[in-house]
């Protein structure tokens, strides 16, 4: 008999490095009189890090066929179960990159049930004045939701964005195909989406506080409705993408061999520029 034997190709690679973890002590601890500096023989790697993805790259011939998405996720998915590693988050990342990691961290919270019970609080009467209510049913779980799931509170926030705009009705959801015929909304599917608003809005002034702290009230609602508006159509492209990425999946064999089609990237979709939030 002959025997199998396997062939190994480059497709890419990811490199990343770790950053100390400073977590505030509970309560505030204060040295006794015994209290003595290490005496060297501390073992970093046992230190609570924040892992960083610094460098990503899969080769042009092998881009489009879904092996940029298996190597993130394999990357993610290790260090989640890293003990040491709170935190995973990416340095720079490209507009390609972006939309990547944006399709994958949906993919992974909408695994875990926590994130899934989280959704828009429908009846919440939003006053004229004033503090704004909580807009999320949920919301005293977010922050535990997102230490669970070790990502980023700028990712975080995005990505809860994304699902809860999904959440609206199709009559007022933003979407990219501009000529759809959709139903009239009806006043319940406005305010859901004015809740909505309001969520993406708190996050996008808080990125932005000393830009907007700078110009006139009026200009600076102005500014926060337009990008507001280019958010909402990234969040319908990514959505959509996130659609057909578990739709091929289900269709994917299940014994891992890919069709011909695939393996030469027919039927791959392009990636648009990104609409910037910022």
């Keep these: 008999t002959v025997a199998e034997t396997s062939t190994y190709v480059f497709v890419g690679y990811a490199t990343l490095f770790r950053c100390y973890y400073f977590r505030p002590p509970t309560p505030p601890a204060s040295p006794k009189g015994d209290w003595e500096l290490p005496t060297g023989d ?9 892992t960083r993805l610094s460098q990503f790259i899969i080769l042009p011939p092998f881009q489009g066929k879904g092996n940029g998405a298996r190597l993130y996720k394999t990357v993610f998915e290790y260090y989640h179960k890293h003990e040491q590693t709170h935190e995973f988050t990416v340095e720079d990342p490209n507009e390609a990159f972006d939309l990547l990691r944006d ?32 807009l999320i049913v949920g919301s005293d779980q977010l922050e535990t939701i997102r230490l669970k799931a070790k990502i980023a509170p700028r990712q975080f926030g995005r990505v809860l964005e994304m699902y809860l705009m999904s959440q609206l009705p199709e009559s007022v959801q933003p979407t990219m195909a501009i000529d759809e015929k959709r139903p009239a909304p009806t006043k319940a599917d406005k305010h859901q989406l004015r809740v909505w608003k309001l969520i993406a809005k708190q996050r996008l002034y808080r990125h932005n506080k000393d830009f907007l702290a700078q110009i006139e009230p009026h200009e600076r609602i102005e500014r926060l409705d337009d990008t507001l508006d280019g958010v909402g159509l990234e969040y319908a492209r990514i959505l959509a993408a996130c659609e057909r990425s578990a739709t091929n999946a289900q269709a994917e064999p299940k014994n891992g061999k890919r069709k011909l089609q695939e393996e030469n990237g027919e039927g791959s979709s392009s990636k648009k520029a990104r609409v910037e939030d910022a």
């Design 42 to 50: 501390l073992d970093l790697a046992e230190l609570p890090c924040r």
């Design 103 to 134: 399709i994958c961290d949906l993919q992974f919270l909408k695994g875990m049930p926590e994130f899934c019970n989280l959704r828009l609080d429908t009846d919440v009467t939003i006053p004229k004045k004033g503090t704004l209510p909580k």
